[in-house]
T-cell receptor, first 113, second 117 residues
Framework: NAGVTQTPKFQVLKTGQSMTLQCAQD?????MSWYRQDPGMGLRLIHY???????DQGEVPNGYNVSRSTTEDFPLRLLSAAPSQTSVYFC????????????FGQGTRLTVV | AQKITQTQPGMFVQEKEAVTLDCTYD???????LFWYKQPSSGEMIFLIY??????QNATEGRYSLNFQKARKSANLVISASQLGDSAMYFC??????????????FGKGTMLLVSP
C-alpha cells in the first residue's frame, strides 16, 4: 500500500550542484505535481503532468526541470542548485477532475549551502 | 487567477472546544473543489475534507465539517471537540482549471492551530 513515494527524505547540496528528486506512485493516477513549501508561503506549484509525455509549468518553475516517461514516475531535476531552492518539496498525485483530492508523498527537505 | 486566502496565521483553542479556521477563495470557474489538509509536525500532508462547488450540503467527516458559503466564497473548516492531536498546520486548497484546461491544487498559506490542555 505504498501510495506516493519520494526519495530522498533529506538532502544537502552545494551551490551549483545538480540532483534529481524521485517520485513514484502506484495508484495509476494521471495527474502528478511537484510543490515547494516555504515558511509563510503555503505550497506553491513548480511543475505538473497530466499524463506520460505531458508536462507544464506551475507558479515557480525556474531552476527546475521535469519529464514523465511513465505513468508511475515524475522526477524533479534541479539543474544548478541555489540557496533560494532550500525548501521542502512535495510530490502529489491524483485522478483527473475537480473533485479529486491529491495524495502526497512524505516530502524531501532540501538544503542548499 | 485562482487564489486562496487564510487570514489567521495562528489559532489557539482549549481541548474539547470547537474552533473555526477561515478560508476564502477567488475563482471564475463555475466548477471547482475545495479541500482542507492537515500537516502535523512530522510533515506529511493529510487530506481531511472535500466540498464540491455544486454540493448543496456542507461536507462533514467525523469531527470535521466545512462551512461552505458560496455567495461569500468562503469554505471555513470547523473542528468540533478539539483534541491535543489536532495541533498542526492546516491548509485550505482549491482545485481549479488552468489556462491549459487542466486542473491543479492552489493552496493558502496555512493556519497553525495549537490545542492546549
Amino acid at each position: 500500500n505504498a501510495g506516493v513515494t519520494q526519495t530522498p527524505k533529506f538532502q544537502v547540496l552545494k551551490t551549483g550542484q545538480s540532483m534529481t528528486l524521485q517520485c513514484a506512485q502506484d495508484m495509476n493516477h494521471e495527474y502528478m505535481s511537484w510543490y515547494r513549501q516555504d515558511p509563510g508561503m503555503g505550497l506553491r506549484l513548480i511543475h505538473y503532468s497530466v499524463g506520460a509525455g505531458i508536462t507544464d509549468q506551475g507558479e515557480v518553475p525556474n531552476g527546475y526541470n521535469v519529464s514523465r516517461s511513465t505513468t508511475e514516475d515524475f522526477p524533479l531535476r534541479l539543474l544548478s542548485a541555489a540557496p533560494s531552492q532550500t525548501s521542502v518539496y512535495f510530490c502529489a498525485s491524483s485522478r483527473q477532475g475537480s473533485q479529486t483530492e491529491a495524495f502526497f508523498g512524505q516530502g524531501t527537505r532540501l538544503t542548499v549551502v | 487567477a485562482q487564489k486562496i486566502t487564510q487570514t489567521q496565521p495562528g489559532m489557539f483553542v482549549q481541548e474539547k472546544e470547537a474552533v473555526t479556521l477561515d478560508c476564502t477563495y477567488d475563482t471564475s470557474d463555475p466548477s471547482y473543489g475545495l479541500f482542507w489538509y492537515k500537516q502535523p509536525s512530522s510533515g506529511e500532508m493529510i487530506f481531511l475534507i472535500y466540498q464540491g462547488s455544486y454540493d448543496q450540503q456542507n461536507a462533514t467527516e467525523g469531527r470535521y465539517s466545512l462551512n461552505f458559503q458560496k455567495a461569500r466564497k468562503s469554505a471555513n473548516l470547523v473542528i468540533s471537540a478539539s483534541q491535543l492531536g489536532d495541533s498542526a498546520m492546516y491548509f485550505c486548497a482549491m482545485r481549479s482549471t488552468l489556462n491549459s484546461g487542466y486542473s491543479t491544487l492552489t493552496f493558502g498559506k496555512g493556519t497553525m492551530l495549537l490545542v492546549s490542555p
